[in-house]
């Protein structure tokens, strides 16, 4: 067992330059592909224009409405509005098929047992979505409330089954103050993380731990149900599952508690800019060990973060940077790190600290039986690492929490401090029970808290929650909307976007393209590199002057270490449009004869955005020609007609 726990040593910290995120908040969504450190002169650049890094394998980039399907009972009815509002497009409409109505919000609506309508059940109405294919790719099931008791293990595989694999589907839990209906609301609920648990598509919206926090405070018991919403219950429940959103799925939340905000459930944030520049700094070395050992680079991050601040010099405890004290035996065996007096050791040395700490960590799930890659997984790993204190496990089980909770950590300050207003000290709402933490190694204190963030809070804060890492607000989309009109424009057409307005002042005159009307950025080159800089798909990307022959040609066949051509061969047409990535690069008239030659304009595949009128982003310059960014017309197949992938 690993008996470090929650101590936290103060060394001198690195002098590093100070950075202010301004408007985004920073996202990192590493490649797998990229191991080298980052340069001083890159990360402030990438601080001063906000790039937020961008992982090629991440297509969808965050959720919007337009994805989810919403089915729900009475609670979601009086909350749907509010829904509708922060998750634009959401869809809990009623259909009609065949001459049969479907409602798939309404009062009174049961999770399963009612096939025959009126009022359909849940699983029925998702079962003929899918059939007549309007069930979207997220699906939010906000159901058995009106049913304590009925939803079991074999319920859940009917919902499985109607759903598919392919639809993730965030289940609701129940919550109840009559007494008779307790007992059934834990039942449900048990069941509905039990699958969940098991199941990488499913997830719960915990409103039961919610609404016991303060039910006087959530629940309206005029009507003697003691289930429906007061305002503030309203808001609560809207919350969390626009929370749940942004944790599970990646986007359309408040941004609170999500994964890749940077902030927990209250909105406060959790990493300092100095902090994440250090994690920017020092990702490669995390991820190099992560992917050895098969998790996200997130956890030894946090750990970092928890254990020594991120800070590369060795402590004089003897335990290194990682605070390995079981391996070190309190930093008393011959295995101790040599203190290195608050100096930094060499960038090797971390290394070799991080790789070691990895492979401890890995032995650890494996011990566990704990799948990293799951957020259950990654929160019980992160407890073992501090030590599975009985004292933690007590707590949680003492807060209500079930066996499995606690023994996943949701007892432990060091792992879920500040994820919710019940084990925050911040808040008015903290429960009693959370007071109490091991405040040296093996020493537990009762009745202190800290405001230090847990390091589960933090692993969701840089993008670590979540099925595979890429939830992050990083989606090239976004970038997209923000620089590019969204319908054609007939040239001559010079008004630009206000935030490519912004985006290209920022960048050097020499990237600002030919301006035939004295307008800076209505260049294909230009606005290509601009965007494909900013949203971190490649932050070097033809950053010289010169248009797409010495530019972008220049570049793509000087890097082909980043840059792969996605036709089969230079001069042979795109066979599918199919195998295009938001991000990729077009470069059209070029000479199908001779590789990386001819060529005269550029473009970039947006794939589809709501709202946005073609799969195309693109600008022109040359006087009759002048067009701002803009949805573009340009072929994405046909001769001549070469694009390229960052790997």
Wanted: proline content about 3%; overall charge negative; hydrophobic content about 30%.
């Amino acid at each position: 067992m690993h008996k470090r726990i929650n101590c936290f040593i103060s060394h001198a910290k690195r002098t590093l330059h100070f950075v202010l995120f301004v408007g985004l908040s920073l996202v990192i969504c590493f490649s797998s592909s990229v191991a080298r450190a980052l340069t001083e002169e890159e990360l402030d650049r990438y601080a001063a224009y906000g790039i937020r890094f961008y992982n090629p394998s991440c297509t969808g980039g965050s959720v919007d409405g337009s994805e989810i399907t919403y089915i729900g009972d009475s609670l979601s009815e009086s909350v749907y509005d509010t829904m509708k509002n922060a998750l634009k497009g959401i869809d809990g409409e009623s259909k009609t098929y065949d001459g049969t109505v479907y409602n798939l919000i309404q009062v009174s609506k049961q999770f399963s047992g009612n096939s025959s309508g009126p009022n359909h059940d849940g699983i029925t109405i998702a079962t003929k979505l899918k059939e007549k294919k309007e069930l979207r790719k997220y699906l939010i099931f906000a159901l058995g409330t009106n049913g304590p008791g009925s939803v079991t293990d074999s319920v859940m595989e009917d919902l499985a089954k109607a759903v598919g694999d392919s639809t993730k589907v965030l289940l609701v839990s129940n919550f109840g103050t009559k007494d008779e209906n307790k007992s059934g609301y834990s039942k449900n609920n048990k069941a509905m993380k039990d699958y969940a648990s098991s199941h990488s598509n499913f997830a719960v919206a915990d409103w039961n731990s919610t609404a016991a926090s303060d039910p006087k405070k959530y629940i309206d018991d005029s009507d003697g149900l003691g289930v429906h919403l007061t305002n503030d219950g309203k808001k609560a429940f809207a919350d969390l599952l626009q929370d749940t959103v942004s944790s599970v799925w990646g986007g359309g939340g408040k941004g609170t508690s999500g994964s890749g905000t940077n902030k927990n459930y209250a909105g406060a944030k959790v990493f300092s800019d100095d902090d994440f520049k250090k994690i920017n700094e020092y990702k490669s070395v995390y991820e190099a060990a992560a992917n050895k050992y098969g998790f996200k680079w997130q956890i030894m991050a946090v750990i970092h973060s928890q254990e020594h601040e991120l800070q590369i010099s060795n402590p004089s405890n003897g335990q290194g940077i990682y605070q390995l004290y079981t391996y070190t035996d309190g930093g008393k065996n011959e295995k101790a790190f040599k203190s290195t007096g608050g100096k930094d050791v060499s960038m090797d040395e971390f290394a070799k600290q991080t790789d070691l700490a990895a492979s401890i960590v890995a032995d650890m799930a494996k011990s566990l039986g704990a799948d990293m890659m799951t957020d259950q997984g990654a929160k019980e790993v992160l407890y073992q690492y501090n030590g599975k204190a009985t004292q933690y496990y007590n707590k949680a089980i003492a807060m209500g929490f079930s066996k499995e909770e606690a023994s996943q950590g949701d007892g432990s300050a060091y792992v879920m401090n500040r994820f919710d207003a019940r084990r925050d000290p911040t808040s008015s709402e903290m429960d009693p029970l959370w007071p109490g933490y091991f405040t040296s190694d093996n020493h537990y204190t009762e009745g202190v808290t800290h405001t230090r963030m847990g390091t589960f809070v933090k692993y969701a804060a840089i993008g670590g929650t979540g099925e595979d890492g890429c939830k992050e607000d990083n989606d090239f989309a976004s970038y997209v909307k923000r620089y590019a009109w969204p319908d054609k424009k007939t040239p001559i057409y010079l008004e630009r976007m206000p935030d490519y307005v912004e985006a290209i002042e920022a960048q050097p005159a020499a990237l600002w393209g030919q301006q035939d009307f004295g307008v800076p950025g209505i260049d294909c080159h230009a606005f290509v590199t601009t965007i494909i800089n900013n949203s971190g798909v490649d932050p070097d990307y033809s950053r010289q002057s010169g248009g797409v022959k010495s530019g972008a040609l220049a570049y793509l066949k000087a890097n082909k270490d980043k840059w792969e051509l996605v036709n089969s061969s230079w001069g042979t047409p795109l066979e599918d449009e199919s195998k295009l990535t938001p991000g990729d690069i077009a470069l059209s008239g070029c000479d199908p004869s001779s590789a990386y030659s001819g060529c005269g304009h550029t473009y970039v595949y947006a794939g589809e955005i709501e709202g946005f009128e073609t799969h195309i982003a693109s600008a022109s310059t040359g006087k009759s020609l002048s067009r701002a960014p803009a949805a573009g017309g340009e072929a994405i197949k046909g001769d001549g007609i070469m694009w390229f992938h960052r790997k």
